[in-house]
């Protein structure tokens, strides 16, 4: 059966031992041992990638990969700074969260420079077949796009990625009165954007149009 | 609720749904876990354009500048690194026996030290270097040059080299001398050998001395027709200089669960393939282990299944196993349907084992949007409330 303790390796070997606890993952990392990266990645890499994934977009967001890597990189670096391994998960979170936000940023920063506007870059393969979905998808990220960072990030993980308000404060590290705030003035914002997009208009309206 | 909010949430969730069947995931989380794996541990810089102009403009005044004086440079001798720190001249480097060590020299030239092995770097120079093997063994990658002056001794052997890459084995206690060309050719001297010899690709040496110093055996058979392949069995000898016919002590050629114990996966998978199935169906528990593991994150995942089943199949091991083939199926196969039933066996197998969560998670990952999804996620919500996935489960019950 496989070990249920991590045993000694050489440094290439890249063994996980896939039953340790997040505790005795969190204790690994804090020692410098090999196998609690991998055992962090495999469990926690498909939470966080699909939280930076709803917040930022897929299909607008071509450096996923590079801001999913650079939330490990960040985790095992800092891990000594965890305190309490039951909270593994929403430390994890808050780097995701904030590895978006400042994503967030640069591209509102840099968008003068683009020459092309990022909905006119070229798509990234995508498994919907259905067109319509696709253009309300793009409609709806670039519609939060234009929101200030603060905003489309709350906006995003409050509908998106579905989490109550207290969880995006605990998350972003502010405030529950700032977050409610910045939600309401998102919500305002992103309404008013989505009643004048032909691709959103429809759903604002009438309410769902999608079958699947 | 707000009526305005619920449509908004209505409108989030379908966004959520179209991303999360985009497809995408899996190759963006299999692609970072090769990064990280590959040894990506800092962080990417992202410099701003503004900023990279500016620095590409100096980099073209300093580059001009450099090429002037390269036109007239003497050359400084190499420097080379262990592990990404500064390796010095006259200092032996030992690996213990589940420890191998890459010798990076700035010119490009790699030198892999296997398990219990010790290397002694006795100089560099501009066009290369003077390596000792004191004992184990190492394989070397010379960069090719015309310029370039390699020496490789090895107990009393020495090895001149230009461009190649070959395995090279020292063995003082017996004093056994080994070299394997998979590259490029060489030049071997020492006691057993009448003048110098060449040695060309796919050629192997083994030299094996007397405990007095005397030549007592010599012989040279072919090498590894690839470059993963270890050397053969020397069984088809041709005469070196020195040629009294003698025992064949064993090849250079590594078990492949020797090779993955010490780290060299593709050597061990390239071993593997040239065998065929018979040998993991030989392999032992613990080796199908390490080869199912090593397979599933060195992008051989039919060779991981391979291995998980023969657990299974084989030696009757449940529980793990099915959990791992699920992995496998879902990450690296994209074969959903049949990952969705290891899960389920695995839960079957042990409702309590520790992979129970991450199992009945991933249940609910590869059923969102069915109707077994939704019963999944109840379940998961039920057993793990506070679990990895409890925050996508309430997401398909909203």
Request: with cysteine; glycine share 10%; aromatic share 6%.
């Given at each position: 059966m496989l070990a249920q303790a991590p045993h000694p390796r050489s440094l290439d070997s890249k063994v996980i031992p896939l039953s340790t606890s997040d505790d005795a993952i969190v204790q690994g990392l804090v020692s410098g041992e090999p196998w609690a990266a991998d055992a962090l990645y495999e469990r926690y890499a498909p939470a966080i990638e699909r939280i930076l994934r709803r917040t930022l977009g897929h299909e607008r967001h071509t450096e996923l990969a590079d801001l999913l890597h650079d939330v490990f990189v960040e985790a095992i670096g800092s891990a000594h700074r965890l305190r309490d391994?039951?909270?593994?998960?929403?430390?994890?979170?808050?780097?995701?969260?904030?590895?978006?936000?400042?994503?967030?940023?640069r591209r509102k920063a840099r968008s003068w420079l683009w020459f092309l506007q990022p909905e006119d870059l070229p798509e990234i393969a995508h498994e919907d077949?259905?067109?319509?979905?696709?253009?309300?998808?793009?409609?709806?990220?670039?519609?939060?796009?234009?929101?200030p960072a603060r905003q489309e990030l709350v906006f995003s993980l409050r509908y998106v990625e579905g989490m109550e308000v207290a969880q995006i404060a605990l998350a972003s590290g502010a405030s529950l009165s700032t977050v409610k705030r910045q939600l309401a003035l998102a919500e305002a914002r992103f309404t008013k954007l989505a009643e004048r997009d032909p691709a959103l208009s429809s759903y604002m309206t009438e309410g769902t149009r999608w079958t699947r | 609720m707000d009526p305005l909010k619920?449509?908004?949430?209505?409108?989030?969730?379908?966004?959520?749904?179209?991303?999360?069947?985009?497809?995408?995931?899996?190759?963006?989380?299999?692609?970072?876990?090769?990064?990280?794996?590959?040894?990506?541990v800092s962080r990417p810089s992202r410099i701003s354009m503004p900023v990279l102009a500016s620095l590409g403009l100096a980099a073209l005044a300093i580059g001009a500048v450099a090429f002037a004086f390269w036109?007239?440079?003497?050359?400084?001798?190499?420097?080379?690194?262990?592990?990404?720190?500064?390796?010095?001249?006259?200092?032996?480097?030992?690996?213990?026996?589940?420890?191998?060590?890459?010798?990076?020299?700035?010119?490009?030239?790699?030198?892999?030290?296997q398990p219990s092995s010790r290397v002694e770097v006795h100089a560099l120079t501009a066009s290369g270097a003077t390596v000792g093997l004191l004992e184990g063994r190492a394989r070397a990658s010379v960069e090719p040059d015309a310029d370039a002056?390699?020496?490789?001794?090895?107990?009393?052997?020495?090895?001149?080299?230009?461009?190649?890459?070959?395995?090279?084995?020292?063995?003082?206690?017996?004093?056994?001398?080994?070299?394997a060309l998979h590259e490029?050719?060489?030049?071997?001297?020492?006691?057993?050998?009448?003048?110098?010899?060449?040695?060309?690709?796919?050629?192997?040496?083994?030299?094996?001395?007397?405990?007095?110093?005397?030549?007592?055996?010599?012989?040279?058979?072919?090498?590894?027709?690839?470059?993963?392949?270890?050397?053969?069995?020397?069984?088809?000898?041709?005469?070196?200089?020195?040629?009294?016919?003698?025992?064949?002590?064993?090849?250079?050629e590594t078990?492949?669960?020797?090779?993955?114990?010490?780290?060299?996966?593709?050597?061990?998978?390239?071993?593997?393939?040239?065998?065929?199935p018979s040998a993991i169906e030989r392999a032992s528990g613990p080796e199908l282990w390490d080869l199912a593991h090593a397979a599933r994150l060195g992008g051989r995942p039919k060779l991981a299944e391979q291995a998980l089943l023969t657990l299974r199949q084989r030696d009757g091991v449940r529980g793990q196993t099915a959990f791992l083939l699920g992995k496998v199926a879902a990450d690296q196969l994209n074969r959903a349907p049949e990952a969705i039933t290891w899960f389920q066996t695995y839960l079957a197998e042990a409702p309590q084992g520790p992979l129970a969560e991450q199992a009945l998670g991933r249940l609910v990952e590869l059923q969102a949007g069915t109707r077994a999804g939704k019963r999944a996620a109840k379940e998961y919500l039920a057993r793990y409330p506070e679990g990895a996935y409890a925050s996508f489960a309430h997401s398909l019950l909203r």
């Open positions: 391994s039951v909270a593994l998960l929403a430390w994890l979170q808050r780097i995701a969260v904030h590895t978006a936000y400042r994503a967030m940023r077949p259905d067109p319509e979905v696709r253009q309300a998808c793009a409609a709806f990220y670039r519609a939060l796009a234009r929101l | 619920a449509r908004l949430l209505e409108l989030g969730q379908k966004v959520a749904r179209s991303s999360d069947e985009s497809g995408q995931a899996q190759t963006t989380i299999g692609k970072v876990r090769e990064r990280l794996r590959a040894g990506g036109q007239g440079r003497t050359r400084e001798p190499l420097t080379f690194t262990v592990e990404a720190r500064s390796g010095t001249t006259e200092r032996a480097l030992q690996t213990n026996e589940l420890e191998t060590k890459r010798l990076h020299f700035s010119d490009g030239t790699t030198l892999s030290l002056h390699w020496e490789f001794l090895a107990g009393p052997f020495f090895v001149q080299v230009t461009g190649t890459e070959f395995d090279l084995a020292w063995d003082p206690v017996g004093r056994v001398f080994e070299l490029g050719s060489v030049e071997v001297a020492g006691p057993s050998l009448k003048s110098k010899r060449r040695v060309r690709q796919g050629e192997y040496v083994r030299i094996a001395l007397g405990p007095e110093g005397g030549a007592r055996v010599a012989e040279r058979a072919e090498a590894p027709s690839g470059r993963n392949e270890p050397a053969p069995d020397t069984r088809t000898q041709a005469q070196a200089d020195v040629g009294t016919p003698a025992k064949v002590v064993g090849p250079l078990a492949w669960p020797e090779l993955l114990r010490s780290g060299q996966r593709r050597e061990a998978f390239a071993t593997l393939d040239r065998m065929g």
